[in-house]
C-alpha cells in the first residue's frame, strides 16, 4: 500500500487562520501567498492553498503548475471555497470539514494519481520518437521565446552626457527564468526597469514584454505605473504569469532617484563597506491589487543603488566620487 504523504507545504497569506493539518501526523511547512523564490519540491507531498484572496490562490495554483511541469504533487483548497474556480486553476480538490477525515482520504487518492503518473512518464522515457518530437517541441518554443527576447535586451549605446558621473552596470542570466533590463533617457532624467518572469516560455516573454511597456512610458510615479501593470497581469491571468519588477527613476542633474519594486529582494545602497536595505515588501505583480509605495532620495558621491534579484538579475547605479552636482 502507498505511504501516506507526511510533509504539507501550506500556502496563505499572513494572518489567515487555519485548521490543524498535523492531527494526520503530517509535518507542515508554510510559504507567503505570492512569496518570490521557487519553490524545492523534493521532500513535499502535498500542497495546501487558503483561498483567501480568491484572485491570489488562482494565480498562485497556476504558477505552482507550471513550476511542477510534468512532475505530480496534489494541490488541495481548504474551504470555503468554490469547487469550480478551484478546479479550473488546476487544484485537485477542496477540504472540507472535518478535515483529519477529507485529508486521509485525498491522500490515498493523490497517492495513486502519482504513482499513475510516475508510471506514465517511465514508459514515456523508453518511447524514443515520442522524446524526439517532444524535444523538438521544446527547441521551437525556445526558439519563439529567443526571438521575442531580443528586444527586451539592454541597448549599448551610451548614455547621454548629463549621465556621464553615473556608473550603470547590468547583469542577467537567461537561465532558469526571463529577465529584462532596459532603460531610456527622458531629458535629463534616466527611466530604468528591471524583471524577472518565472520561466522561459513565450508566455513568460509577453510578460516581461507588457511590464517593460508599462515602467518606461507615462507620467506618473515609479509605484503607480507598478500599480497600472499589475492590474493588467492580474486581470488576464491566463495570458501572463506573475513577476517580480523594480521601475528606478534618476534625475541626471542632481542625483535625485525615485524606485519602486514589487516582489524583488530589498534594494540597497552601498556607502563605502556599509550597506542600507531599502525595504519594500510588496507581492510580485500579478497576484492581487496592491498600492506601490515610491521611495525618492539623492545618490551621494561615491554611493551605489543596488536593485535586482541577484545573481540572475542584478542593476547597480554609481555615482562618482570626483563629480559634484548642484
Known sequence: MATEPKTILLVRRPGVSVPDLTANGCVVVERDLGAVPAVDFDGIDAIILTPDPVDAAIAETRRLRVDLGDTYRPIYWLAPADAATAFASGADAVLEEPLAKSLALQFVIGNRIRELVDGQRSRAAQVEPLAEQLAKGRAARIADADLAR???????????????????AIARTEEPDTTIADAIACGSTLRIVAATVPGRTLASTLTAMLIRQHALTGSESPGERLRRMNRVLAERPTDFLPAAAAILELDGTTGEY???QSGLPNAVIARGNTEESLTFGEARLGIYDSVYATRSNRLGPGETLRVGAPPALVVEIRRDPGHHLP
Open 150 to 168: 531580443a528586444t527586451l535586451r539592454f541597448g549599448d549605446s551610451p548614455a547621454p552626457e548629463q549621465f556621464d558621473v553615473f556608473r550603470i
Open 258 to 260: 525615485r524606485l519602486a
